[in-house]
T-cell receptor, first 118, second 111 residues
């Protein structure tokens, strides 16, 4: 149980285009989803916290107009990188926290999406 | 900002040996979690230890937590080549809303 999927797993795009990444909780409902970015050989940095039905909370230094987050349902959150540039190339990972109280402490991570902007 | 600092940054051991990784953090926490990440992959949750716990076991994993020193350790006993991965500690504070990751330890287990 507690499986989180991401799609696509890998994407290459041209500079200036927008890319949408989906994060789905497959067998549980997630009231909260988190988006992280990981540069090579570095740790995960939290970008934003997404609560179902409300606006995402962005971490300091993360541009909300560039990284659009939509959490439309209890099983789906999307991250759109708008007008992507080469410096946005990174590994994007989402995680989801279950709505049930018992498992609320633990986040379940997706497999990640590798974005390469040319 | 990084909450956790881990050491060593890299660790190379022979199969069968034990591996110990340490994590230090700065603020008070609700719990601390350890994750494993294989190269280029997502994270796998290993174990969670709450702030009122001092030690926890799960299979070949043993985690300790010293809140007075704001530190935790992860011990992997009888390591296997398949344990080769990066290991991250992550702290959860302020109402469980977000988790902050440490810098990670890259473990290599040589067969």
């Amino acid at each position: 149980g507690a499986v989180v999927s991401q799609h696509p797993s890998r994407v290459i795009c041209k500079s200036g285009t927008s890319v949408k990444i989906e994060c789905r909780s497959l067998d549980f409902q997630a009231t909260t989803m988190f988006w992280y970015r990981q540069f090579p050989k570095q740790s995960l940095m939290l970008m934003a916290t997404s609560n179902e039905g409300s606006k995402a909370t962005y971490e300091q230094g993360v541009e909300k107009d560039k990284f659009l987050i939509n959490h439309a349902s209890l099983t789906l959150s999307t991250l759109t990188v708008t007008s992507a540039h080469p410096e946005d190339s990174s590994f994007y990972i989402c995680s989801a926290r279950a709505a049930t109280a018992v498992r609320q402490e633990t986040q379940y991570f997706g497999p990640g999406t590798r974005l390469l902007v040319l | 900002s990084q909450q956790g600092e881990e050491d060593p940054q890299a660790l190379s051991i022979q199969e069968g040996e034990n591996a110990t990784m340490n994590c230090s953090y700065k603020t008070s926490i609700n719990n601390l979690q350890w994750y494993r990440q294989n190269s280029g992959r997502g994270l796998v949750h290993l174990i969670l230890i709450r702030s009122n716990e001092r030690e926890k076991h799960s299979g070949r994993l043993r985690v300790t937590l010293d809140t007075s020193k704001k530190s935790s350790s992860l011990l992997i006993t009888a390591s296997r080549a398949a344990d080769t991965a990066s290991y991250f500690c992550a702290t959860n504070s302020g109402g469980y809303q977000k988790v902050t990751f440490g810098t990670g330890t890259k473990l290599q287990v040589i067969p």
